[in-house]
C-alpha cells in the first residue's frame, strides 16, 4: 500500500522524508540490526588456544614437540647402540630406557603441561626407539660392510661364521641324539641346516634377521622407559 500526506494526500515515496507538495515532514522507521553479544577476552583465549591444541595434537600428544625431543635423543642412543660404540654396547637397554625418558622429560618442559599419561609417555618413547633403531641398523649395517670391504676382514668374518655354525651344529646334534630322533634322519636335517647357514645368502638373511631383531628390543625398550618415565617425572609448573 503506497503511503500519503496526511495533509494533502500527495503520494510519498519511500526515500521522501519531506512531502514534494506541501513540505510536510514524513517520519519513517528503520530497524535498526541487533548489536553481537559481546565476547570477553577470556573466553575467546580460551578458545583460541584450545582450537590450537586440537590442530596441532593428537591424543594428547603435541607431536611437533614430541618429535623434536625424540628425534633430540634418538641420535646419542642409536650411535651408543650400535657396534661403533666404544662406551658399551652391552649397556643398550639402559641407553634407551634413558633416552625414552629424557625425552619424555623434555617434551613436558618444553609444553609446560600437565602429567603426562603412561600411553602418551610410551608413544613417544616408540618414536624415540623407532628413530634410534633405525640408526643402529643403519650403523651396524655399514659397519658391517666396512670391515668386509674396506679393511678385507671378509676372511677372518668367514672363519668366524664358521666357527659359530659349527658350534650350533654340534649343539642340534647333541639335542636331536637326547630326543630319539633317527641318526639317518637328523644326519640329513644337519647336513641341509649346514648348507643353508654357510652359503652367501643364508649367511646375510640370518644376519639381517639379527640386526632386525635388534632393533626391535631396542623399541621395545624406549616403550617402556617412555611409560614409566611417565610416572616418575615431576609435572613442569606452569609460569
Not at 622429560?105 to 628413530?131: E, N
Not at 630326543?179 to 646375510?204: C, D, I, K, W, Y
Amino acid at each position: 500500500m503506497e503511503a500519503t500526506c496526511p495533509r494533502c494526500n500527495e503520494t510519498l515515496r519511500d526515500a521522501d522524508r519531506y512531502c514534494s507538495a506541501c513540505g510536510l515532514p514524513h517520519l519513517t522507521y528503520i530497524a535498526a540490526e541487533m548489536p553481537a553479544p559481546a565476547l570477553e577476552l577470556g573466553t575467546l583465549a580460551d578458545g583460541l588456544a584450545e582450537a590450537d591444541e586440537a590442530v596441532g595434537s593428537v591424543s594428547g600428544i603435541a607431536w611437533r614437540p614430541a618429535m623434536n625431543a625424540a628425534m633430540m635423543l634418538a641420535v646419542p642412543a642409536g650411535i651408543l647402540c650400535s657396534t661403533i660404540s666404544i662406551i658399551g654396547q652391552s649397556l643398550w637397554m639402559v641407553w634407551m630406557v634413558g633416552a625414552a625418558a629424557w625425552a619424555v622429560a623434555l617434551y613436558r618442559k618444553r609444553t609446560r603441561r600437565g602429567p603426562v599419561s603412561a600411553g602418551a609417555g610410551a608413544r613417544i618413547g616408540f618414536v624415540t626407539g623407532l628413530f634410534a633403531s633405525a640408526l643402529t641398523l643403519a650403523l651396524n649395517g655399514v659397519a658391517l660392510w666396512a670391515q668386509r670391504f674396506l679393511f678385507h676382514a671378509g676372511g677372518q668374518m668367514d672363519s668366524d661364521w664358521s666357527s659359530l655354525v659349527g658350534k650350533v651344529i654340534e649343539a642340534d646334534q647333541q639335542g636331536f641324539s637326547q630326543s630319539g630322533m633317527p641318526a639317518a634322519q637328523a644326519a640329513q636335517f644337519l647336513e641341509t641346516t649346514r648348507t643353508v647357514m654357510l652359503s652367501a645368502e643364508g649367511h646375510a638373511g640370518i644376519q639381517l634377521s639379527i640386526l632386525i631383531l635388534g632393533s626391535a628390543f631396542l623399541t621395545l625398550f624406549a616403550v617402556i622407559g617412555g611409560a614409566v618415565s611417565s610416572r616418575f617425572v615431576a609435572p613442569s609448573r606452569r609460569p
